[in-house]
């Protein structure tokens, strides 16, 4: 059974520093990894989706990395802002099925002013 | 458009009601998936609809029960919960299959449900 950690549970960071957000997966069979942000009582928003056969994704400001025969991926946020501040969360597909998706527990992060 | 559209949004029933929750997508996806997710706790998979079929349930009670009329809709019917199925209901939907694309899974903004 596929399990999903992340850690730090919560994180705050001067406005400003670099944010490094990692997620561990058990099952290395994995179809891809994605990384989504979530806002207080609001939906998942997407960030970055890594293929099992990629190394990394970036896009703006956001870097994810992927060793999967390490079982691990790290989120980084470059010169965090305020509007950073919020729950990100990882998940990885399971790579036969393809349609189960199991997430991480989340990182809560604040960015302070 | 990566749009996943749910409704209600927020949603106060007793626990004699019955009502249902829906979710559309217009990307062409042909999977669709609920989720349930209580406060500080990640999403919990409860359903996925594949091509319009049920393809997993995640041994959630009767008192749920999903539908997936067309490809870009899924309902959720509630009938007879119970307090400590307050959550929110988030839907998701992706491409249909391995080896068809990413996979990438876009959510709605979810409905808040309580039940009193």
């Known amino acids: 059974k596929q399990e999903v950690t992340q850690i730090p549970a919560a994180l705050s960071v001067p406005e400003g520093e670099n944010l490094v957000l990692n997620c561990s997966f058990t099952?290395?069979?994995?179809?891809?990894l994605q990384w989504f942000r979530q806002d207080p009582g609001k939906g998942l928003t997407s960030l970055l989706l890594?293929?099992?056969?990629?190394r990394e994704q970036t896009s703006g400001r956001l870097n994810a990395s992927l060793d999967k025969s390490s079982g691990r991926s790290t989120l980084y946020i470059a010169a965090s802002q305020p509007g950073d501040s919020a729950t990100y969360l990882c998940a990885v597909r399971r790579g036969a099925a393809g349609n189960k998706l199991t997430f991480g527990g989340g990182t809560r992060v604040l960015v302070k002013p | 458009d990566t749009e996943v559209t749910q409704t209600p949004k927020h949603l106060v029933m007793g626990m004699t009601n019955k009502k249902s929750l829906k979710c559309e997508q217009h990307m062409g996806h042909r999977a669709m998936y609920w989720y349930k997710q209580k406060a500080k706790k990640p999403p919990e998979l409860m359903f996925v609809?594949?091509?319009?079929?049920?393809?997993i349930n995640e041994s959630v009670p009767s008192r749920f029960s999903p539908e997936c009329p067309n490809s870009s809709l899924l309902n959720l019917h509630l009938h007879a919960l119970q307090p400590e199925d307050s959550a929110l209901y988030l839907c998701a939907s992706s491409q249909g299959k391995v080896g068809l694309g990413f996979l990438e899974a876009f959510f709605g903004q979810g409905t808040r449900l309580t039940v009193v």
């Open positions: 609809y594949s091509y319009e079929k049920l393809s």
């Open positions: 099952d290395s069979a994995i179809y891809n």
């Open positions: 890594i293929q099992s056969s990629q």
